[in-house]
Every structure is written in C-alpha cells, then in structure tokens.
C-alpha cells in the first residue's frame, strides 16, 4: 500500500475507522510480536486515552492533522512524556523526560498517536540490534539473522507489521542500514532538517532523526509532518521545508544518477551490487541517464567517522554521571568514585569502548594525528561529493556491502561491523540526505536495498527518484509470518 | 600501534570511568580491541591532507540571535525527578568541599 499513512489517517478522519482500533491493533501486533524484542516499553493507556481524544474530535468535526490517529513507535533515544526514554542502557532505567523531542511534538500536532519505544543498539552505538541492554532485537526476516542497527526495533517493528511507520536516528547509518536488513524504506535526512531538540545526543555533527516506513510516500509523508526549523536546537536549518510529496509521481526522465562502479567493484556482495545494477537499469529505462561517478575518499570514510563520531560521543555522553539522571553507584566515597562508577557500572562494553576511543583520539598528543586529520578527511569527503553532484542528480550505492548478519555470531569482528558502515557514513560526514529503498529478496530469503543520495536539502529529488523506482520494482512480499500494518482487520 | 594496558588506564580515568568495576577479561578484551581500530584508523595518516582545511560540522553554521526574553523551563521539581538522589531543591552528592576545621 503506497500511502498508507494517509489513508489510515483519511479514514479516522472520516470516521470509517477510528484511532482506538488502530492503536488497539498496533498493541496487539505487539503483544504476538514480544518475540522479536522489537519494543522496549509500551504506553498504552497514554496511547489510547490519545486515540479517544483523536476520535472524538473527529466524530466533532474538529480538523484533524495528516497523521490523524496513527499508531507510531520512537526509537528510545527519542524523548516523550509519556513512559521512559531508556537509550536501550542500564544508564536510563526509567528516565523520563521533562519534554517531549521536537520531532515527537510535531508528531503529536499532526494527530499521531505513540504507542510506545523502540529497541535499539545502546545509546545507538551498534549495527546488529545487539548491544541493547533490553536484549537483542529480532530480524522478522528470519530468526538466524540481526534487524541491523542501531534503529533496530523501528525498522523490526514495521516490517512486522507493528506500526505503520516509526521514527529512528541515523549518527552513521542507523536508519538506513536496519532499513535495508528489514526490508523498508528509511530516510536519513539533510543535518539540520530535522530539529535534534530531544534526542539523546551520541554524535552533534552527524545526528539526524529519520523516519521508517513500508514506501516511499510515508517516508516523504513523515518527513513533512517532522522537518522544520526549531530555535531550540541551534544547528536547526532555518530554511524554508521543501516540498516532499509534489513530485513522488513525477517521475526520472532525464534525471542524472550516479553508480560510483570502481568502489563497488570489491568488498560488495554479488546479490547486493546485482541490486545496485538493477536498479539503475530500471531508473535507465524510465528515462534516466546513468553515469560512471567517482568517490576517491570512500575507503578512509569509515575511520574518519569512527574517530569524529567516538569524540563527540565521549563529549557528549559526560553527561550521564550518576547526578541529575541515570544509574547511580551505591558504593562511593567521594564525588570522583561517584562519577567514575557510576558510569563503568551504568554504561554497556561497546559504549565504553567507543568513549574511551573518542577520549583517546581527543586527548594531548594524539589530537593532531587522529581528530585533526579526521576532520580533514571530512573536508575531502565533502568535496568529493561536490564533485559527484555537479555530475548526478542522485547517486545510487547500496546501503551496505552485504545483507543482514548472522544472528550472535560469536566470532564476529567489530572492526568487520565498522568496516561495513562504508556505504552509510559520508552521508553523515558530508550532511547530505540519504535513504535506503527495499529492492528484493537475496538468495537467503534476506531483504535486498539500495541506497540514493543527494545534494543537501534535495531531499525531494531522491524522494522523485524513489517513488519511480519502487513503482517499476513492483510490489515486494512481507516477512514471512507477518503482515504490514493496513489496520483492515483492525 | 599497540596500546598498552596502562594507557587505556590512563585514558579510562580521563572519561572518568572506573574500569576496577569491569571484568578483568573483558577490560582485557578492549585494550586488545582499542590497539586494533587505533591500528585501523591509522590508515589515515596516509591521505594526502596538507592544506586542507579541517572541517568540524557539516553545515555552515551561523550564531542567531533570538529576542532576549526568558521561556520557563519545565520546573524544579520536574528536573529532580530523575535525580537518583536530591533533597527536593537541589542534587546531592558526596561532599566535594572539605569542612574549614579552624571555624
């Protein structure tokens, strides 16, 4: 169902549903769901005392907004009144905020109901779902294999068919990438076009909050109703919000995409560059021009990342210090063991491991060498993207160089986890928007996707670009087992 | 490069993180992690960087100014409410400030 947002909206206003039905149905989903692990706490009596609210109004006549009773999930670094806002980590057991994020109070203006928060890598560091002190997260693609992360239970979630659609946050493709191992559509958007106001900073020069959906139109749809400049984040863009939903039907003709061929020559896949090829053969036939791009610099985006995004992080993640919120060591003689336990006790291996990581490459006499030189990088990143996009319009890549990891693998590298952030990260470094677009299924049975990017603040142009190329790619199967949500049986 | 056990000691105390709290295999486990992604971001001292301009945020960001007028806040008590320990007006902690003996 391609805007099934609106629909679902349409017929709440309408009266031909209501919003308790749907939100009842969306806690039900979850309820059968438990087994994924895809939610980490539930506000229902918040949920539906909104959906009777919503429903009144509607039976009222009041006018209702474009997300008129929909049921939606968070990820739980996203603030809300309502419940808790956990991080996924034994540092925020039953934190809740004094305020809702800008992005959730957005939501709620536009009549949306949240049911709850999603599952996610702890304090979104991660790429399997796995780091979550709530558990891991299941695939509904298969029981062998991760949802990805660190969104990992917004992108579960809907594939699920729990909600309709949810929010995540994207530092070095925590949208896109459990998208793309999930099968659906994620949007990491323009840095600035979605106010951060709210949600629990890991990386301020990388952060973007995205929506996750079942198509494009909800995508764009979601988008909407969250982007927009807000004074209380002062990296907010001040401009003017594009038109996302003007031109999902107008087609590529003449449009220029970009296939960076000589980096996806090695260390991808052969089911995900097959996808890659494919799609741009359908964008080619649809009347758009295809052309051979270059990205000299993608091969050190990673480490450049890894070394930015673990400074900020051990900037920002002082904060939690057993003080104002958060875990408290019960065992402390004076202030510095309280800060200094409360922490190693509060914070989960992999997050400690990337604080140390970003307190080393920060500290005297290695800040040159790493974070210097990292934001050099940065810079020619930058540029070669400037390059790219006086040469495309959109360029087409895959989220990541496989589809999703096994489950649990013992054995797994987390410099292999790192390495496979590859196709996601400049996005972040350069600012750019970026999503990622379900293509298929691999030989597995595993979602296969594609990745499009554009110039900052052309989000419009990916979203032309991808509404043609899920209409021509045809209708894809849910996860076995599963329905997305439609609300019909609701 | 190898990191050494003691500097990862070292910098742990910098982020005011008590690794004594950890499990010695696992404190083990990233000191042997931290000297591989440090061997891995090393990779970059071989890009051609000289003349090139750091850049620390994406977006050119300008200061704005906003009309100097005050919004309330959501409320003490609110705030404390998250306090793991407060005394209704403030956040308690250990004592920081050594009691003046001569007084």
Not at chain 1, 68 to 85: M, R, S, Y
Not at chain 1, 369 to 398: E, G, N
Not at chain 2, 74 to 100: M, T, Y
Request: proline content about 6%; glycine content about 10%.
């Amino acid at each position: 169902m391609p805007d099934q947002l609106s629909r679902l909206a349409a017929a709440v206003r309408t009266g031909a549903t209501t919003s308790r039905s749907l939100v009842e149905r969306a806690l039900a989903r979850e309820a059968s769901a438990r087994a994924l692990n895809a939610v980490t706490s539930v506000t229902a009596a918040e949920a539906l005392a909104t959906a009777d609210a919503i429903d009144a109004a509607a039976r009222a006549g009041a006018p209702l907004g474009p997300l008129a009773g929909v049921p939606l999930l968070v990820k739980d670094n996203i603030c809300t009144t309502d419940g808790v806002t956990t991080c996924a980590s034994r540092m925020l057991p039953g934190y809740r905020s004094p305020f809702d994020a800008e992005a959730v109070r957005r939501l709620r203006q536009a009549g949306a109901v949240i049911v709850g928060k999603a599952n996610m890598d702890e304090f979104a560091m991660g790429s399997t779902g796995e780091t979550s002190a709530a558990g891991p997260c299941g695939n509904p693609w298969s029981a062998a294999h991760v949802p990805g992360g660190s969104s990992s239970g917004s992108a579960a979630a809907v594939a699920a068919g729990i909600v309709p659609a949810s929010l995540g946050s994207d530092t070095g493709g925590s949208v896109r990438q459990p998208a793309a191992f999930c099968g659906v559509v994620g949007v990491k958007p323009t840095y600035g076009t979605v106010s951060r106001r709210g949600l629990v900073a890991y990386g301020s020069s990388l952060d973007q909050i995205g929506p996750l959906a079942t198509s494009v139109a909800d995508a764009a749809l979601l988008l909407s109703v969250i982007a927009g400049h807000d004074a209380g984040d002062a990296t907010s863009a001040a401009q003017p919000t594009p038109d996302y939903l003007g031109g999902l039907t107008a087609g590529v003709q003449g449009l220029r995409v970009g296939v960076p061929r000589a980096l996806l020559a090695s260390g991808v896949e052969p089911a995900v560059l097959a996808e890659v090829e494919r799609a741009a053969a359908i964008l080619e036939e649809a009347g758009a021009r295809v052309v051979d791009v270059a990205l000299p610099h993608a091969p050190v985006a990673a480490p450049a990342y890894y070394i930015l995004a673990t400074a900020e992080a051990s900037s920002n993640l002082s904060r939690f210090d057993g003080v104002r919120y958060g875990h408290r060591t019960g065992d402390a003689a004076d202030i510095d063991e309280l800060y200094a336990r409360s922490r190693a006790e509060g914070f989960g291996p992999e997050v400690i491991q990337r604080i140390l990581l970003g307190t080393y490459v920060l500290s005297a006499g290695y800040y040159d060498a790493y974070y210097r030189k990292a934001q050099q990088v940065r810079t020619l990143i930058i540029d070669d993207y400037r390059a790219v996009f006086a040469a495309c319009d959109v360029l087409l890549t895959p989220p990541s160089p496989s589809t999703a990891f096994r489950t649990g693998d013992a054995s797994r590298d987390p410099l292999q986890m790192y390495l496979a952030d590859i196709f996601t990260v400049s996005a972040n470094l350069a600012g750019i928007p970026a999503m990622s677009l379900p293509m298929g299924l691999d030989g597995q049975g595993l979602p296969t996707a594609v990745q499009l990017s554009a110039r900052a603040f052309r989000e419009p142009v990916l979203f032309q670009a991808a509404a043609e190329l899920e209409r021509r790619r045809g209708a894809l199967p849910s996860a076995p087992g599963y329905t997305l949500f439609d609300g019909a049986d609701a | 490069m190898a990191i050494e056990t003691r500097t990862v000691h070292a910098v742990a105390t910098l982020a005011r993180i008590d690794l004594d709290r950890l499990d010695p295999a696992r404190v083990q486990g990233m000191v042997e992690q931290l000297s591989r992604v440090i061997g891995w971001v090393e990779q970059l001292s071989s890009v051609d960087t000289s003349d090139i301009e750091p850049t620390a945020h994406p977006v050119d960001l300008a200061m704005r100014l906003r009309d100097d007028v005050a919004v309330p806040g959501p409320g003490a008590d609110v705030i404390l409410r998250n306090a793991p320990h407060s005394d209704g007006s403030s956040f308690l902690v250990p004592q920081v400030v050594e009691e003046d003996t001569d007084a």
